[in-house]
């Protein structure tokens, strides 16, 4: 069971769930089953009842982010030079699709809105650096630098 003691910094008044699931996902990197149940019985509500705010939020991860997360843009500039083939390369490789977590927990991979670099497109960025103008011999490329340098 993790220790979840930080959320006693935030009061359990129901205004402040999504500032606790915020809070657990800024020290955790996302929300896990776990998570979920300490924050239901903090603020005495039902797993459920969590779970269902949580939903209702894009920007809550339910699974472990890998240690390199991989976020192909999926803006409109990306989409229409490519996206969907950027994504089948991605996930042919590494073998997850969007919001997955490879075996190893090395590479996660997910889908975001335009990551404000439109002239690049298509572009994807590894733990927030950007690489665009993307073909599928520059993903192998990258994806393989990522492994070789662990
Ligand atoms: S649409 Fe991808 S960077 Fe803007």
Redesign the pocket.
Known sequence: MGNYSYLSTIEPESSNLIKALQLVQAREGYVSDEAIVAVAEYFSLAPVEVEGVLSFYAQFKRTKPGKYEIAV???????IKG?PAVLKWVSGELGIADGETDKDGFFSLVTV??????S????MSINGKVY?QLDRKKVLRILKEYRNNG
Do not use: N
């Open positions: 843009c999926d803006g409109t500039a990306c989409h996206t809105a335009c990551l404000g670099c439109c690049l497109a298509p572009v665009g």
